[in-house]
Nanobody
């Protein structure tokens, strides 16, 4: 049974930083494509960042244009953890952040991911 558990959200001021973590259990983490999505009330879930698994090209990452240069996705395969480092946060980054996993090629499309965490809230005050 695959489980994803996020942590690290909270309240931060504009320009601040937050580090989100997602621990994966139940299947070989290193071969999973991992991604972060975010959602605000009344809007569709939005792609944030993705990282390939070791069976693909693990050095390749993907970012939404809105977060390029501010957010960094990384992974610690020894700890079964994917991390989203979020810097220079803006009020529009306020959302519920979910990590997602699939054992296949990385994708920026929500419906390509099979497993999801429960989400962690990030609120950026102006």
């Amino acid at each position: 049974q695959v489980q994803l558990v996020e942590s690290g959200g909270g309240l931060v001021q504009t320009g601040g930083s937050v580090r989100l973590s997602c621990v994966v259990s139940g299947r070989t983490f290193s071969t999973a494509a991992m991604a972060w999505f975010r959602q605000t009330p009344g809007k569709e879930r939005e792609f944030v960042a993705a990282s390939r698994g070791t069976t693909d090209r693990p050095d390749r990452t993907y970012y939404a244009d809105s977060v390029k240069g501010r957010f960094t996705i990384s992974r610690d395969n020894a700890q079964n953890t994917v991390i989203l480092q979020m810097n220079n946060l803006k009020p529009e980054d306020t959302a519920l952040y979910h990590c997602a996993a699939r054992w296949g090629l990385a994708s920026m499309k929500e419906d390509m991911y099979d497993y999801w965490g429960q989400g962690t809230q990030v609120t950026v005050s102006s």
